[in-house]
């Protein structure tokens, strides 16, 4: 059976590899068109478009692995079966159950490797690609997208209601326009921090620069129903501030949730949760992301298949582009099924789970099919 093991994994490992160093070589053509296009406006060259579009490629294969697995899979099965090598391997005992086993171990591989390219290489390789594009065209931002992070907690024994906004964040990590407003519980405004940047530690703690700080000073007792509120003002060069959002969460704010590991969109989605925000989006989009690896499992299954069909049931190219039509139709209804998850409120896990279920039961009805029947 040893035997067996090293002729499917490296049959279908190389048609994998093959395919999707096909997808990658198209998807860095054009993506260097586009980097070529924006380092000549600012003088870079063809070599820095070169290597941007090479930091990119994670990103994409992350995308693709699926896909990738689908197609790599079907072109070596059936390929096998169209020259009777697979028939000879069931005549010698490759059982339907084992055949099962074995791909299954080998998807396990193929989903390791996803959740590693994309929770590690492809957020690290986009960091570093945004980096260097802010440094060679002299821009800090890494993105104009702002983001409104929202807080509760209580300071000197009493209850505050915190609402700041981030207008840019650099390709450092450091902030840029934050405005800072603190409310009482019901709801009126007593302070308000303006500051031109801002850097945000691990614990919490904030060290804003270049602060100026408005405080409204409410009178107590009796005289605070007739007299106004007291304007103070001050200009700070800095000034920390403690709280409970720490660099992860603030990280996660401003970032796409495609551009977010599993772990930042876990940390984000419980801090939307703590302070009673709205969080159907990122959680469906979290469950996605958990779920994303084990479609290479689903893809397995879905070409397993096709090693049991007859050679004489159309050919290579023909089981190939079916299955691409597969892949594409998996990933049509993972998008679609997320946003109709979002408009009706549906459980996050089931809109994220629901899709590769399906496609899963498919690929077994028409395995067992073919197995009794063919």
């Known amino acids: 059976m040893r035997t067996v093991r090293r002729l499917l994994y490296r049959d279908i490992v190389g048609s994998v590899l093959f395919v999707s160093l096909a997808f ?4 860095y053509f054009i993506d260097f068109v586009d980097e070529l296009e924006r380092m000549s406006r600012i003088g870079a060259g063809a070599a820095r478009a070169a290597l941007l579009s090479l930091m990119v490629l994670p990103g994409h294969l992350y995308e693709l692995l699926p896909i990738a697995v689908l197609i790599g899979s079907i ?29 299954a171990t080998l ?17 690290y390789f986009d960091k570093q690609a945004d980096i260097m594009r802010a440094q060679l065209s002299g821009d800090v931002s890494a993105s104009s997208r702002g983001a409104w992070l929202k807080e509760h907690r209580v300071v000197a024994g009493e209850e505050r209601n915190f ?39 691990g614990r919490g703690q904030w060290l804003l620069e270049d602060v100026l700080r408005t405080e409204w000073l409410q009178a107590k007792g009796e005289a605070a129903l ?19 959002l720490h660099a992860g969460v603030v990280a996660a704010a401003l970032l796409p949730t495609v551009s977010m590991s ?29 779920f994303y ?6 893809m397995v299954a879905l070409a397993l298949p096709f090693a049991y069909l007859h050679g004489r049931a159309g050919g290579i190219s023909l089981k190939v582009f079916g299955g691409i039509m597969l892949g594409i139709s998996f990933v049509l209804l993972n998008n679609v099924a997320g ?15 629901s899709p590769s279920l399906a496609y899963m039961a498919l690929s077994l009805a028409a395995f067992g099919w073919l197995v009794r029947y063919r």
Request: glycine letters at 6%.
């Open 107 to 123: 998807a396990l591989g193929f989903a390791v490797l996803t959740f590693a390219v994309g929770d590690f290489l492809a957020p």
């Open 163 to 201: 609402s700041i906004h981030v207008g840019q964040a650099s390709a450092s990590g450091a902030l840029q326009d934050v405005r800072i407003f603190e409310f009482n519980p019901q709801g009126g405004l007593i302070a308000r921090m303006e500051a031109k940047k801002a850097k945000v530690d």
């Open 24 to 27: 990658l070589s198209l998807f």
């Open 226 to 244: 007739a007299a106004p509120p007291v304007v103070k003002e001050a200009q700070l060069p800095s000034w920390r501030w403690d709280s409970s």
């Open 339 to 353: 946003h109709v998850g979002v408009l009706k409120d549906w459980t996050p896990w089931i809109v994220a789970a």
């Open 262 to 290: 599993t772990l930042e969109l876990y940390r984000y989605t419980e801090h939307l949760s703590a302070q009673e925000q709205s969080a159907q989006a990122q959680n469906i989009a979290f469950w996605r992301k958990a």
């Open 293 to 298: 690896p084990f479609a290479c499992f689903v």
């Open 75 to 103: 072109f070596s099965l059936a390929r096998m079966a169209q020259s009777s090598e697979f028939t000879i391997l069931r005549t010698g005992g490759l059982g339907p159950r084992r055949a099962l086993s074995l791909l």
